[in-house]
């Protein structure tokens, strides 16, 4: 007990240095004013180096002073009056952590002495930090707090004690006791310190930690190794894949950047292409493919209320076979010229729940319609990681045969799927679809250190605000979308033209599309 005791003072008196350093001469407040506070402060007021406190507050304490502090209510006091405020609870924190927050109006920082985020209080018979439990040969359970008082409990006994199984006992509430003591054996915690400022680089720690605290996922760049000037307003840029693909295109448009269109017609509002989107990578893969190698798919076409109907595009379709011959033969050309005449390619992925032919396993732009549908001939399944991994890694290969040259982005959408085929929740799919993709994104890309991943999912869903529309599927173009754009063009684009990027998109432009 007197270890723990000197292991926490030790740990108080480190807390209170560095909030006194920070302060200088300013004066903090603290936030709490029951037992806790007044053992605190008996501790900590006779240290050479505390800081200056102006007052405590509590918006219901019974006591107007606390070793001769005034303590306020916080509406008839003002952040301003002070440099910081500490949080001054063990089993409070939590709640008097938000109170805090709301009282400073992050006008001061609002520190925390344990880092809690949850309030221990709030369980029924919870015993506290740093507590010891030790069970006595008679069965009694005595529980010394951290402040020294002491509790005894003892087990039911009777008939209730006879109908619980052999191997239960009383459940355990405790949150963080710090020894057990039995008859047959003692167990201690040992903390071990964690030097995480020298083993960590700060953007490795997750944002809003006891290490990294105070921070707005919105204010964060989630990218770590930039490379400026890889895409400046001469840059030869296309875009290909789902619907945010889009949002890229329409941002670059917008901004004045060299966007490279090699298709006009249906759906080229979604890349350079006449592909519409192109939400899986087995629809990548087989489109350099097919452009590179011939067009040798089992179903070349599809017959829809009497017209030709491409399986691979979305709604494309030609009223006779002339037509689809020589439209698909541009289409392929059109798709070779983007690959070699671009400079930077930025491919967007959104699906891995596929419909695709049993046969040749080519993947669909979507489920065949009615009339077409034939589960003997067409399967609809979820790509593992391997096949999304090895659709990536042989459209890699034809591009770098093809150009050398052209640097390859990756990123993956943040808008979910519409339906799910399987028989679960659709947001439950849409996380496996999504959690699927970004695996093998990683691994893609960690097999191909030149190539890029762009976080643009992780930016949308981490962002504090909820990101979609409406629909709940489409982002927001202009706090989400124009921040993601933000971020790619101050990590990827010329330096020198920074404060031109940094603008917010033209109202009504950037617009995502379905």
């Not at 723990?4 to 209170?16: D, S």
């Not at 015993?127 to 003892?154: F, L, M, N, Y």
């Not at 596929?354 to 396993?361: A, H, T």
């Amino acid at each position: 007990m007197v270890l723990m005791r000197k292991m926490r003072l030790a740990y108080w008196t480190q807390v209170w240095r560095r909030i006194a350093t920070a302060a200088g001469d300013q004066p903090i407040a603290l936030f709490g004013s029951g037992l806790h506070t007044e053992l605190f402060l008996g501790q900590l007021l006779k240290d050479s180096e505390s800081p200056k406190i102006a007052f405590i507050l509590d918006s219901d304490s019974r006591t107007a002073r606390v070793h001769d502090i005034p303590v306020l209510k916080p509406e008839s006091s003002d952040p301003k009056q002070v440099a910081a405020v500490l949080v001054c609870s063990d089993t409070q924190e939590g709640a008097l952590s938000v109170a805090a927050r709301a009282w400073a109006r992050d006008l001061i920082p609002v520190e925390l002495l344990y880092g809690s985020n949850f309030d221990l209080s709030s369980i029924s018979g919870l015993d506290k930090p740093g507590d010891i439990v030790e069970w006595t040969p008679k069965g009694q359970r005595i529980v010394t707090e951290r402040h020294g008082a002491q509790r005894t409990q003892s087990l039911k006994s009777g008939s209730e004690q006879q109908n619980r199984p052999a191997a239960a006992i009383p459940p355990v509430l405790e949150k963080r006791i710090s020894t057990l003591i039995t008859t047959d054996f003692t167990v201690t915690t040992t903390p071990i310190a964690r030097q995480v400022s020298d083993t960590f680089q700060p953007y490795q720690i997750y944002p809003g930690d006891a290490h990294r605290p105070g921070i707005d996922l919105r204010d964060e760049d989630f990218v770590t190794k930039p490379e400026h000037g890889l895409v400046t307003r001469t840059t030869r840029v296309s875009v290909i894949g789902s619907c945010f693909a889009s949002n890229f295109r329409l941002w670059l448009l917008n901004n004045g950047y060299n966007f490279c269109q090699f298709e006009d017609g249906p759906f080229t509002s979604v890349g350079s292409l006449r592909t519409g989107p192109l939400f899986n990578p087995g629809s990548v893969r087989q489109l350099v493919d097919w452009a590179y190698y011939g067009f040798t798919p089992v179903d070349t076409s599809w017959i829809v209320d009497g017209r030709l109907c491409d399986p691979y595009r979305k709604f494309m379709s030609w009223p006779t076979k002339r037509d689809m011959i020589i439209e698909r033969e541009a289409h392929f050309a059109a798709t070779r010229n983007m690959i070699e005449q671009s400079d930077v390619l930025i491919l967007t992925l959104g699906l891995s729940e596929v419909w695709r032919n049993r046969e040749d396993k080519s993947c669909y732009y979507l489920i065949p319609p009615p009339g077409i549908l034939d589960e003997r001939y067409h399967e609809h399944v979820l790509l593992t990681v391997d096949e999304c991994l090895s659709h990536l890694d042989r459209f890699y290969a034809i591009v770098q045969e093809k150009n050398p040259k052209l640097r390859l982005i990756t990123t993956l959408s943040p808008v979910p799927l519409m339906a799910s085929y399987f028989d679960r929740h659709a947001v439950v799919s849409d996380a496996i679809s999504k959690a699927t993709l970004r695996t093998a994104l990683h691994w893609f890309c960690q097999n191909h250190p030149e190539v890029i991943y762009f976080p643009s999912y992780e930016m949308a869903v981490r962002t504090p605000d909820w990101p979609y529309q409406p629909d709940n599927r489409h982002v927001h173009p202009g706090p989400v979308v124009d921040r993601i754009m933000r971020s790619f063009m101050s990590n990827y684009g010329d330096p020198a033209d920074l404060p031109a990027q940094a603008t917010e998109a033209k109202p009504g432009a950037a617009q995502t599309v379905a």
